[in-house]
């Protein structure tokens, strides 16, 4: 039972002329006897709340920034109407900040042997799994003097998926990606790609892909266009050490990795490669092997919807040897992983050749946007100071860069924003000299 702030009020009411008066313990009962009956008329008359019947249903999945509705159906048993105010409580995270009151509290009515509907609208704010609370209900009766209060629990879960905001991106690459396929006019030539058919010579094209029999039988230079090869596998490697737990922007470091990693995988698969995930740290954080082209895109997501950065420092020799062991032949190996200097040359350099002898390897990282930022400002000496910061930090950056490129890796280094298009456009460039 719990006393309402009308209930509170009257008691005061009433218990002020015998205070003036001290008409002593019979003044009391005779002021307050009505309100006492009315409080318990009203207390009898509100309907029961542990006899409540409660059911869910709605969105059980969501796009990190989108809304997720979840539908609430109350039932009321009884021969009292009821009139309650309800909360139905999420974690923190489950709201925009500043908004949970209002979206998290409800107030209905229901009358004798009906049921209402009630909406909750969540707007997630961190990627994995949000699971729902208890439900409290509170019921007055018509004078809404006292009221009946309880909890129910009706379990329900929506997962946060990454918000995949590359995807803006995807229909320019698949252009390219066209171009490639020998779709448009534009078509490349490389070691290990198929032959598609011969066209008319025209100014520019490579003059080792004229067909020389071809030409003989015809008035006019006839070349050999090719294909990209289709059906080559791409692993994507997702180092979850404590590296990813770095901040960019509002987000972090890893985040922006899955970002990129959907968008290649999207049009991987398009090109119809095959593409498989691994998320390491010190060990198996995330796998997804042998989906199909359709099926690629949703395993991906789903598997990257709870994965968080571990602060621990990745095991390299663990992480190689189980990408070696999850892509047993030749592949494209993409590392997302960072580029500071201690991590790469401690722990990714000294077992790199076991990669890049039976495997092409690309290395992508984010960038700090503010480290650019920072080497260019000027103007007073605080500003200076953060300038050479910034430009040691760029050098030690591009250093590492290159010894990885001295031992045959693609480096991708882009900041969170151009990171996925960069990455893509590397995947083509690949593609396009036959190198998978």
């Known amino acids: 039972m719990a006393l309402t702030g009308r209930t509170a009020l009257l008691a005061a009411l009433g218990s002020l002329p015998v205070g ?6 019979a003044g009391i009962l005779a002021v307050n006897a009505p309100l006492a009956l009315a409080c318990a008329c009203d207390f009898a008359l509100a309907a029961p ?17 989108d809304p997720a ?22 974690p923190p995270s489950s709201w925009q900040p500043g908004t949970e009151t209002e979206a998290s509290r409800h107030h209905l009515t229901v009358p004798p042997g009906e049921r209402r509907r009630i909406t909750t609208r969540l707007r997630p704010t961190r990627r994995g799994d949000r699971r729902t609370d208890r439900i409290t209900i509170r019921s007055y009766g018509p004078l809404g003097l006292l009221s009946r209060q309880g909890t129910h629990r009706v379990p329900w879960t929506v997962r946060v998926l990454p918000a995949f905001t590359s995807r803006k991106h995807l229909p320019s690459k698949l252009a390219r990606l066209r171009e490639l396929d020998g779709r448009t006019s534009v078509l490349t030539r490389g070691e290990g790609t198929e032959f598609d058919s011969l066209r008319e010579y025209v100014p520019g094209d490579d003059t080792r892909s004229i067909d020389w029999r071809a030409t003989a039988r ?10 990209p090869e289709r059906d080559r596998h791409i692993l994507l490697v997702l180092d979850t050490g404590r590296t990813s737990a770095g901040r960019v922007g509002d987000a972090p470091r890893l985040d922006a990795s899955m970002d990129a990693a959907l968008l290649l995988a999207a ?23 042998g989906r199909t082209a359709r099926d690629v895109l ?20 663990g ?29 990714l350099l000294p077992v790199l050749p076991q990669l890049t002898q039976r495997h092409t390897v690309l290395v992508a990282s984010v960038a700090d946007p503010h480290i650019a930022q920072m080497a260019a400002s000027r103007g007073n000496a605080e500003a200076v100071y953060e300038a050479a910061a910034a430009a040691q930090a760029q050098t030690e950056r591009h250093r590492t860069a290159d010894q990885l490129r001295r031992h045959g890796v693609t480096v991708v280094d882009a900041t969170p924003e151009q990171l996925a298009p960069a990455l893509a456009d590397a995947y083509l460039a690949l593609k396009a000299a036959g190198r998978l």
């Open 20 to 25: 003036i008066w001290g008409a002593g313990w």
């Open 267 to 289: 049009l991987a698969s398009r090109a119809g490669d095959r593409v498989d995930l691994l998320a390491y740290d010190r060990r198996v954080r995330a796998l997804v092997q």
């Open 298 to 317: 949703p395993s991906l997501v789903n598997a990257m919807a709870t994965l968080e950065p571990e602060l621990v420092e990745t095991n390299a020799r």
């Open 218 to 227: 015809h008035s006019s230079v006839a070349v050999r266009t090719w294909r």
């Open 319 to 347: 992480l190689t040897a189980t990408a070696l062991r999850t892509a047993p032949r030749r592949s494209l190996i993409v590392l997302m992983t960072t580029l500071d200097a201690a991590p790469v040359e401690e722990g």
């Open 69 to 90: 509705d979840i539908t609430l159906t109350v039932t009321n048993p009884s021969r009292r109407p009821l009139r309650a105010h309800l909360r139905d409580a999420w």
């Open 49 to 65: 709340v542990r006899r409540l019947g409660l059911t869910r249903s709605g969105d059980t999945s969501a796009r990190l920034g």
